[in-house]
């Protein structure tokens, strides 16, 4: 039992913290103090469906009908390209740390659908919960198998509230313009690498 939620939480853990579009997303909203902890629940929410969906069988589903895949990958490619052109632009203009009235701009609704599109538009989301670890849990028998479950998304919670909430001992750093500027271009790197990386195997 022991075992089995410790490599729960290990191997859910590291495919979680892998630099990704979610991650850079929830870093940023975390630095600007904007809506940090709905995020964080919400992406948290979301793996813990899929890991739990994944350990119950269910990534023969993915496996048997690929359009399934097919749809997240141009849907979250075209997605990514747009959010990497904004950040793009974003790192052109004079950024630096909002107050707590500007922040309030950007919308709950906003950061609520962006943070879904971020994630259910990209297909590893579906690879590395569903399928990956639901193929690693048959390893496992009965209780066993639910322990790491349990494991996978507690790595999850612990993962996402952690880099949300920690993300203000960054925030020295970030009022000055040119952090803004440079964590803007990584963003747009990382979010145009991930849409390539989904486009490939159709284009070539």
């Not at 904007?34 to 969906?53: E, G, Q, R, V, Y």
């Amino acid at each position: 039992m022991q075992t089995a939620f410790i490599q729960g939480m290990g191997i859910g853990g590291s495919l979680i913290m892998a630099v990704g579009a979610q991650n850079a997303f929830v870093l940023k909203q975390g630095l600007k103090r904007s809506h940090s902890l709905p995020i964080a629940a919400i992406c948290s929410f979301i793996d813990a469906i899929m890991i739990t969906a994944g350990v119950a069988g269910l990534g023969h589903l993915i496996l048997a009908f690929p359009i399934i895949k097919d749809i997240a990958s141009f849907g979250g490619a075209i997605f990514l390209l747009l959010y990497g052109y904004c950040a793009l632009k974003s790192s052109f203009s004079d950024s630096r740390m909002e107050s707590d009235e500007a922040l309030a701009a950007d919308t709950l609704k906003k950061a609520v659908l962006t943070t879904l599109a971020i994630s259910l538009l990209n297909p590893h989301l579906y690879l590395d919960t569903v399928v990956l670890l639901g193929s690693i849990s048959v390893q496992f028998e009965g209780t066993e198998k639910q322990w790491f479950g349990a494991g996978a998304v507690l790595a999850s919670f612990v993962w996402f509230f952690s880099l949300s909430l920690g993300a203000k001992y960054l925030s020295p750093v970030f009022r000055k313009p040119k952090a803004w500027c440079y964590l803007d271009r990584f963003i747009c790197i990382t979010m145009w690498s991930i849409a390539g990386a989904l486009m490939y195997p159709y284009l070539f």
